[in-house]
């Protein structure tokens, strides 16, 4: 792509890590600034720079006023704010990570800590009707910046031109209040999960504990018109039981927590009045839980998510046009641009095996199937045993299985749910060969260099169809399928190769792939991934790089 020249990043008063340009950066920006469409759609690989991409066309856009950076999670919000806190960005996230000042360091410590060390502004008095001194409605009507930690980053925000926070507060604020202001752009990184979040964040639960609370029991219906006139029904008595609660504030933990729980429960049966029949579903687990998805998110993500923002950069390793049509959006009507990897193929390979017999990895799988997908997986690992890797088992119950069955256990490292964290950094810190076996790494994790030179795909993602949900939606949708296992597919073999001059190898082992998915799935897929897939019917020999 030909671009306008461009000073280098120091000169324009970026920080001096970013000592220059990388390879089609100034293209994408140049593109992004001067595109007169609402939405542009990056697919940028690892290596690409992204951060640096996005912020410079926030930063340095004919117009923009203020802009918001979103990322997927808080450790990629807080390399923002690291790399860019010289140029007045502003962090925020919600309540629970600002410690509430109102609170003695020791009282409620044990009830509220939560593993945080202290009591959070998210359990702080002004959450139960006691007045605090430090809250904003105690100050001039906003005019002055609160004291609260939480409050005081939150009036920073809101006065600053450029603010990074997640994907999870913005929903939220939005969602439960009234926004963080107006911008004159979004820059969503990790594009490619929003749809994901603004689900989740959409997604509630009512639970029998919530409706002893409205003082009735779980409505016994698969019908979301019964939940609706059942919530209508209890919302205004539980309101009103609420007022007078409030009439008195409460003088001990028990009544502070009863109150609050009958607030969210007010706010839970708010929500089930307000939601269309026809466009959500309910799913329960007998008289304990119902659990409310609405069907189709694009019809809700311009309210949350884009909120009337004029521009919008969309940035992703695995953003595709599907990416796009999920949040509603019409790619013909979108700047789209895809760019190269800068890592060379054959550092990358990612190779698809097909050995005789065939083995299909799925729930039917024979003993005699699964003894020949663990040889397959134990045949790749024997001659790179000196070296770590990451092995992608898809389920737990698949996990456990090749850990207790392969030659090789003695270099494996497994995890229960809950406890990826662990393994993860036991397996960073640790001095010599080793494999993380896991169903739950295929995203958010960076192993570099030789922390992993090879990867298994034990099993191809295609997700699990047999749900209510989700039959309805694939009856909408028959893509839908295709696509989400080809997003969180390429997202794994991803793990491994983080650098131009890194390598890593993958490998797939079930014949799935080759057999029909691939040919089926590949135009869901970016072009990267595409040009780096190979078959072989023989078990490669490891890859020697100079």
Not at 531 to 540: G, I, K, N
Request: charged share 30%; aromatic share 10%; with cysteine.
């Amino acid at each position: 792509m030909k671009a306008v020249p461009l000073p280098s990043p120091e000169e324009l008063g970026f920080p001096s890590k970013f000592r220059a340009w990388r390879d089609d950066q100034i293209a994408a920006i140049d593109r992004s600034i001067g595109s007169s469409r609402r939405w542009v759609a990056a697919t940028a690989p690892t290596g690409f720079g992204k951060t640096l991409y996005g912020v410079a066309s926030g930063l340095l856009h004919p117009g923009v006023n203020r802009f918001a950076y979103l990322t997927a999670d808080k450790n990629l919000q807080k390399q923002i704010y690291d790399d860019f806190e010289t140029m007045g960005v502003v962090d925020v996230r919600g309540q629970n990570n600002y410690p509430c000042i109102a609170v003695d360091p020791g009282e409620r410590l044990a009830r509220f800590r939560r593993h945080r060390g202290y009591v959070g502004c998210d359990d702080g008095p002004c959450h139960v009707g006691v007045s605090c001194q430090y809250a904003p409605d105690s100050r001039d009507r906003g005019q002055i910046r609160p004291d609260c930690k939480y409050y005081g980053r939150d009036w920073d925000a809101r006065r600053a031109s450029f603010i990074s926070t997640n994907d999870a507060f913005w929903l939220s604020q939005r969602g439960y209040g009234q926004g963080l202001g107006e911008f004159d752009l979004l820059i969503c990184d990790e594009a490619h999960a929003i749809a994901d979040q603004l689900e989740s964040f959409l997604t509630f639960e009512i639970t029998a504990e919530d409706a002893q609370y409205a003082k009735t029991i779980l409505v016994d219906s698969d019908e979301i018109q019964n939940w609706r006139d059942w919530a209508n029904h209890h919302k205004a008595k539980l309101a009103s039981r609420i007022e007078q609660r409030e009439q008195m504030p409460p003088q001990d933990l028990d009544g502070a927590h009863d109150l609050r729980r009958m607030k969210t429960t007010l706010g839970k049966l708010e929500r089930l009045v307000e939601i269309d029949p026809l466009d959500w579903i309910v799913e329960r687990e007998g008289s304990k839980r119902a659990k409310f998805t609405p069907i189709k998110v694009s019809k809700y993500a311009e309210e949350f998510l884009f909120q009337g923002i004029k521009k919008v950069i969309l940035m992703s390793a695995t953003l595709t046009r599907k990416t796009l049509q999920l949040l509603g959006i019409d790619p013909s009507q979108a700047e789209i641009m895809e760019f190269k990897s800068s890592f060379p193929v054959a550092r990358r390979p990612v190779i698809a095996i097909e050995t005789t017999p065939p083995v299909r990895v799925n729930a039917r799988m024979h003993d005699t199937d699964k003894l020949l997908w663990m040889r397959r997986i134990d045949r790749l690992i024997e001659p790179r045993r000196h070296l770590k890797a990451f092995i992608s088992t898809v389920s737990y119950a698949r996990m456990q299985e090749l850990f207790k069955c392969s030659e090789h256990k003695d270099l494996m490292i497994i995890h229960e749910s809950g406890d990826a964290k662990w393994a993860l950094e036991h397996f960073v810190n640790f001095q010599g060969p080793q494999i993380l076996v896991s169903p739950a790494m295929d995203t958010g994790i960076d192993l570099l260099y030789d922390l992993c030179r090879y990867i298994i795909i034990g099993k191809v993602p295609i997700p699990d169809t047999r749900g209510a949900l989700m039959q309805i939606r694939v009856k909408q949708d028959p893509e839908l399928p295709y696509y989400l296992a080809m997003q969180k597919l390429v997202q794994a073999t991803g793990r491994g190769m983080r650098a131009p001059d890194d390598w890593c190898e993958t490998f797939i082992v079930d014949d799935t792939f080759g057999d029909w998915f691939f040919a089926r799935a590949k135009k869901h897929a970016p072009r990267y991934f595409v040009d780096a897939v190979e078959f072989s019917d023989v078990l490669p020999e490891p890859l020697k790089v100079a």
